[in-house]
Structure formats: structure tokens, C-alpha cells
């Protein structure tokens, strides 16, 4: 079913608070799977091959996301390549966004599991 406003504005004070965190769990969600394989993308250098001269700019172009944004989001996923129990956490909503970006200043092969029995 599609939410329109009058479904979601005429919700009890429970099921308001509950569908706010589903959305924000899909949205975690969906944000890591946009991530890794927009690592994976640029992995593979496949902006060139769809008409720009970089990852950032194709993301620029096709999705509108700002330049900055579009290089915090390349370096997240680069970095998540190195920590797949972390990647995992993510693409399971355990760990939010800014949760991860906080672990990854912290994080090396050699703490991974530590860090996230403590996050």
C-alpha cells in the first residue's frame, strides 16, 4: 500500500513513532547498498564508460548529488571494502550511517570486532 499524507498524518502516536523507525531502517538500508556498490562502480572505473570523467561527477550528473557529498560517500565505501563485518552491519541496519562513518576513524583489521561489539 502507498502512504499518502492522510495515512501517515492520521497514524496513533504508536504506530507514528513505529513507521518512523522502519523508514529510518530502510533508509539505512538502502543508503549501504547504495554505497557498496557505488565502491563497486568505482571500482571498476565505469563512469568513463557512461560519459564522465570521474565517479563523483557521474554521480553529479545522473543522481544530483552534490560534489562534496558524492566524495564523502566514495570514500565511505572505499574504506567499507577493507571491514566486511562492518560493510555487513551496515547493509543490515544494525549500524547507522553516521554510526559508521564514526567507526571507520578508528577502525583497523585488527579491532573490527572489537569496535563493533562495543558500537
Same mark, same amino acid.
Do not use: C
Given at each position: 500500500?502507498?502512504?499518502? %499524507?492522510?495515512?501517515?498524518?492520521? #497514524?496513533?502516536?504508536?504506530?507514528?513513532?513505529?513507521? *518512523?523507525? $522502519?523508514?529510518? +531502517? #530502510?533508509?539505512? +538500508?538502502?543508503?549501504?547498498?547504495? %554505497?557498496?556498490?557505488? =565502491? $563497486?562502480?568505482?571500482?571498476?572505473?565505469?563512469?568513463?564508460?557512461?560519459? =564522465?570523467?570521474?565517479?563523483?561527477?557521474?554521480? #553529479?550528473?545522473?543522481?544530483? *548529488?552534490? +560534489?562534496?557529498?558524492?566524495?564523502?560517500?566514495?570514500?565511505?565505501?572505499? +574504506?567499507?571494502?577493507?571491514?566486511?563485518?562492518?560493510?555487513?552491519?551496515?547493509?543490515?541496519?544494525?549500524?547507522?550511517?553516521?554510526?559508521?562513518r564514526l567507526?571507520?576513524?578508528?577502525?583497523?583489521?585488527?579491532? $573490527?570486532?572489537?569496535?563493533?561489539e562495543l558500537?
Amino acid at each position: 500500500m502507498l502512504a499518502t %499524507i492522510a495515512t501517515l498524518t492520521d #497514524q496513533s502516536d504508536t504506530d507514528l513513532t513505529a513507521d *518512523i523507525t $522502519e523508514a529510518h +531502517r #530502510q533508509l539505512t +538500508r538502502h543508503k549501504a547498498r547504495f %554505497i557498496v556498490t557505488l =565502491a $563497486e562502480f568505482h571500482a571498476r572505473e565505469l563512469a568513463s564508460a557512461h560519459g =564522465a570523467p570521474n565517479t563523483a561527477v557521474w554521480l #553529479q550528473r545522473t543522481h544530483g *548529488i552534490a +560534489r562534496r557529498t558524492a566524495y564523502e560517500y566514495l570514500g565511505v565505501g572505499a +574504506r567499507l571494502k577493507k571491514f566486511p563485518l562492518l560493510t555487513q552491519a551496515f547493509l543490515d541496519a544494525t549500524l547507522s550511517y553516521s554510526l559508521v562513518r564514526l567507526l571507520l576513524r578508528y577502525m583497523t583489521p585488527d579491532n $573490527e570486532e572489537e569496535l563493533l561489539e562495543l558500537a
